[in-house]
Nanobody, 133 residues
């Protein structure tokens, strides 16, 4: 059974920090990229916040979180982390981790593409992050 278990969400104040975890199982971890996507209540899901390629550790984060968020992976535990620092109210959302099979084409082109969300094969249920102002 494929599982992506997100955890670590909670309530923090502006400027605070939080670390999310995504525990993966049921698929070949090294063949996939694991990314974090977020969706504010009543809003459409955003493009990827941060994503990492499990086999070589490549990372990408979108401009709105770059410098504040960092993604990392513990391949032995098959767990991906999202370290979120200097949180802002606009970061409030349900955060989902998702896995997509690594492409044969340019990884950076892929993670910047509009179809990245559609290329995710597995999705977790998400964890809620609330940033108070």
């Amino acid at each position: 059974e494929v599982q992506l278990q997100a955890s670590g969400g909670g309530l923090v104040q502006t400027g605070g920090s939080l670390r999310l975890s995504c525990a993966a199982s049921g698929f070949t971890f090294d063949d996939y990229s694991i990314g974090w996507f977020r969706q504010a209540p009543g809003k459409e899901r955003e493009g990827v916040s941060c994503i990492t390629r499990s086999d070589d550790g490549s990372t990408y984060c979108r401009d709105s979180v770059k410098g504040r968020f960092a993604i990392s992976s513990d391949n032995g535990k098959k767990t991906v982390y999202l370290q979120m620092n200097n949180l802002k109210p606009e970061d409030t959302a349900v955060y989902y981790c998702a896995a997509g099979l690594n492409p044969d084409t340019s990884w950076y082109d892929w993670v910047n593409s509009d179809e990245l969300v559609d290329d995710m094969d597995y999705w977790g249920k998400g964890t809620l992050v609330t940033v108070s102002s």
